[in-house]
């Protein structure tokens, strides 16, 4: 099968009809992209649904850090630390110009989380557990070094710092760069598909009734498996299948802020006290620096998820309690993000102590579900439940598979042979385009959103005739994402496979109607369906950047 006709929409959705498969996955977040491509490497006959796009939900909408998770340390979660500590090494090899290294500074402060012997203890048990090489190990900062470099930390009740290493990624990006590898190994992956309810045969869950989203057509997928990795939508799934029971989820929403660099110029990621007893993250990216994450129970509508006042104040008040001098208020936001969580729920915990740990779910018709668990990982969620997966099969069908080996499969775009590299290629690549204007900037973000897939965005880029160097650029990643990413509106280019809406959305406004140009263009829209996706996006951009109280 060519590379990427396994990607393409009308015939992912006459093989969805046509075929019987070994398993068949809910929910295109980075969980159910990991299980797709788990299973299909494995020799898995392997479909995936996403009722919305790829990434839609909490997969878009993380602190965009693949990290070990120091905080658990604290709560004694040693086996979680473990795993996903070694994770991020994993996970950095097979994309490494997708999960970028990013030193964390961790400032010692009075009366703060951590003290100064825990911080140098802790750190060091970190870089045991996670297998921190050891350029990249801890090293402990006097006051004074730390202000050298963070000049902007708060003189008085500064003690030190922590110096340690993390990787900074695009959740979104990762999600569908393992759709696609998915897809090399012939996994059928969709969205805009939604799983309406069970098939079942001898009260055994066979398959879903899928509805397209984008057509209205309504059609059966057979399966002899079926994986819900919906997120916060597990438990509505298991409600459709009458499985709801014992253990639930519980949902909490986290929220970011984006701030121009200018207004917080920090030169190394942070991991800081609020005074509540929180910590939470700064990040420098680019030419913003987003701040994140809050952590509030959420009863809401998981489909609209938005940052409100009392969000964006909390985070603001964190940075001016961190950095006494900058005085920030919430008009310096510029964007902001906000999702769920899908924890498993504990009696008596508060959002914030509520367990990382992943957990399945197994109906009495078969059904089986994932949920809780992290970004960082996704991976070894997916092993598990594969593994499962395979158990059954060979039970069922006397039919044994491959062990997961998806720790050597190298993700779509990153066939680099480390940091070096990538930084090797993406100076080649500045050098292509400094021409028209563009910067060094410009150039990591084109090679760590698409990793060596930027020679095809950069050949198309040439063909083109704008003189508008910038549109003309936007227009060439439309192009791709389009052809090979299953984009289908400006909100699946904008905000999953560009970020522009988090990242860059100064720029976005102006590329907004020419962009819908280029959708009417391949979709033949009408000016109707042109207008209505104008509003779409527009009101993405004002709620992304203007916030209400929580009550209204």
Known sequence: MDRFSSFERPKVIDRLKSSYYDLLVIGGGITGAGIALDAASRGLKTALVEKDDFASGTSSRSTKLIHGGLRYLKQFEIALVREVGSERAIVHSLAPHLVVSEKMLLPIIEDGTFGKLLTSFGLMVYDVLAGVEKEDQRKMLSKEE?????????????????????????????????????????????????????????????????????????????SKYVVSAAGPWVDDLRSINHSKK?????????????????????????????????????????????VGTTDTNYFGDKDHIVTNTEDAEYLINAVNNMYPEINLEVDDVISSWAGVRPLIHEEGKSASELSRKDEIFESSTGLLSIAGGKLTGY???????????????????????????????????????????????????????????????????????????????????????????????????LWFTLKFEMVHNPQDFFIRRTGRLYFKIERLRDLVDPVIDEFAGYFDWDDDRKQRERNKINTAIFEASNFKPANS
């Open 146 to 222: 730390t202000l050298a470099i963070e000049p902007l930390l708060p003189h008085d009740i500064l003690k030190g710092a922590g110096l340690y290493a993390e990787y900074r990624t695009d959740d979104a990006r990762l999600t569908i760069e393992v759709l696609k590898t998915a897809a090399e190994f012939d996994a059928d992956a969709i969205n805009y598909v939604e799983a309406s309810d069970f098939i079942y045969e001898d009260d055994q869950v066979t398959g879903i009734k899928a509805k397209d989203i984008l057509s209205g057509d309504v059609f059966d997928v057979q």
């Open 379 to 477: 991976r070894k969620m997916a092993q598990r439940i594969v593994d499962l997966v395979a158990e059954k099969f060979e039970d069922d069908f006397g039919k044994s598979f491959k062990k997961c080996f998806t720790h050597k499969i190298v993700l779509s775009g990153g066939v680099f042979k480390d940091a070096r590299d990538v930084s090797k290629y993406t100076n080649k690549v500045f050098e292509q385009i400094k021409a028209f204007g563009f910067d060094q900037i410009d150039a990591s973000y084109l090679v760590s959103n698409y990793g060596r897939q930027t020679d095809t965005i950069l050949a198309r880029f040439m063909e083109l005739k704008d003189n508008d160097y910038v549109f003309r650029l936007a227009k060439a990643e």
């Open 246 to 290: 014992g253990k639930r989820l519980h949902l909490t929403k986290g929220v970011h802020i984006v701030l121009p660099y200018e207004k917080l110029p920090i030169k190394y990621a942070l991991y800081f006290d609020v005074p509540d007893g929180r910590m939470i993250f700064a990040i420098p990216r680019g030419r913003v620096t987003y």
